[in-house]
């Protein structure tokens, strides 16, 4: 299943239209069924403690609170009085009502229940009717530390406690000759699930077959995959132009690709092409909203040979379109492993970066492997192979 979340009036959409389809994506996760039980069984499906995570986009994030899941904890997320993002477990301490059905009322969070109000840090700071002290320890809430960044609203998914780093930064906002579109959506599948997806370049011969890739060429492509520590890279060496009407749009006259898919803890997928004077960088933040459900936060950003008011007609669509065919094979898969109920996943070489995606994610797990914030440190191994394409 695919939800797309939001589209604000710099995407195109109206900004009521985007207010009403926020709302629905808060909603949807209480419609969907969550099978969670059986997810302890899944390998994939992994705890990621001492990370950031995206909650939202900044736009979503209004005057009124909103509500989320991260890692299968419901959280409210609001704005302070000086406009800063705040997030709190979403549950009063006082009878357990969700604190996301209350009000944002001088900066703080007052349940809809009782009239109780916490501010960005969970204390209680008033309790209406009673005399003595508000603010006792059985009284907070735990919070969860927040950094508005890159035009996203990041959550650290440990509570109380101070981030040990920051979160990742997007590449080329803000940077002259480059243009951007961003779409947030939800997909039926685990955050190792989805980025090996965004990062498989087998799978685009045949389930977006004609949109980038056709049918294989008979070329011999030279694979290097390099991982260091949190992070593992796939370059694709010695590809022509693809025939495909996206590889058309970056270089009419042809030429050769260069190609880089990257995986960063705890889930961030990039796609990198350069193509002539065109440079396509697909960059999506994965969160798990449950185990089996991961929300993803993608900024598209292009600099191409031809004007984006010309190429972006056609390169959205073409892009919506094939991720609404990856969200249901994702969903497909997803429903097989709750049928199942464990992956029996058998690998090649082909497989570039999933099999070491997520044994770093399952160190992450473990707290023994960190996320990336910066540049990439000297890779600790490397291997190469060769593809047809």
């Known amino acids: 299943m695919l939800t797309q979340q939001t589209r604000g009036p710099a995407d195109g959409g109206s900004s009521t239209e985007a207010v009403k389809q926020g709302r629905a994506a808060e ?5 969907t069924p969550h099978q969670t039980a059986d997810a302890a069984k899944l390998a994939t499906a992994v705890q990621l403690p001492h990370q950031w995570f995206v909650a939202c986009a900044s736009r979503r994030l209004g005057k009124r609170p909103l509500r989320t899941r991260l890692q299968d904890t419901p959280l409210v997320v609001f704005r302070d009085n000086e406009g800063r993002p705040r997030a709190l ?3 009063c301490p006082h009878r357990n009502v969700p604190l996301s059905e209350g009000r944002v009322v001088e900066g703080r969070l007052q349940c809809r229940y009782h009239g109780w109000c916490f501010d960005g840090a969970g204390r209680c700071r008033e309790v209406p009717g009673l005399e003595g002290e508000a603010d006792l320890p059985s009284r907070r809430v735990a919070s969860h530390a927040t950094l508005e960044q890159d035009g996203f609203v990041w959550v650290w998914s440990t509570a109380d406690e101070v981030p040990s780093a920051l979160p990742f930064r997007f590449p080329h906002l803000g940077e002259p000759g480059w243009g951007h579109v961003r779409r947030s959506y939800e997909v039926e599948a685990t955050v190792h699930s989805v980025a090996e997806n965004a990062l498989d370049v087998p799978h685009t011969a045949f389930l977006h077959r004609g949109l980038f890739r056709k049918a294989s060429r008979g070329i011999a492509l030279e694979v290097i995959v390099r991982q260091g520590p949190g992070w593992v890279t796939a370059e694709y060496v010695g590809e022509p132009r693809p025939e495909g009407l ?35 960088v697909t960059t999506s933040a994965l969160t798990p909203l449950t185990p ?8 598209v950003s292009y600099r191409l040979p031809v004007p984006g008011f010309v190429i972006r007609p056609f390169v959205i669509p073409i892009a919506e379109h094939i991720f609404r065919q990856d969200a ?5 898969q997803t429903q097989t492993l709750r049928h199942f109920g464990r992956e029996a996943f058998t690998s090649t070489e ?8 997520l044994r770093l994610l399952q160190k992450a797990s473990r707290g023994s492997e960190r996320a990336v914030e910066g540049g990439l440190e000297a890779p600790v191994a490397e291997k190469r192979f060769r593809l047809n394409v």
Do not use: K, N, S
């Open 350 to 357: 082909l497989d570039a970066i999933g099999p070491i995606a």
């Open 27 to 31: 909603h949807a996760m209480d419609a």
């Open 246 to 280: 996206l590889g058309r749009l970056m270089a009419p006259g042809g030429g050769t690709v260069d190609h880089v898919d990257r995986f960063f803890v705890p889930g961030i997928a990039q796609v990198e092409y350069g193509l002539g004077d065109g440079r396509l």
């Open 292 to 299: 089996l459900r991961t929300a993803v936060h993608t900024v």
């Open 328 to 332: 249901r094979m994702l969903a497909l």
């Open 89 to 91: 477990l979403d549950r």
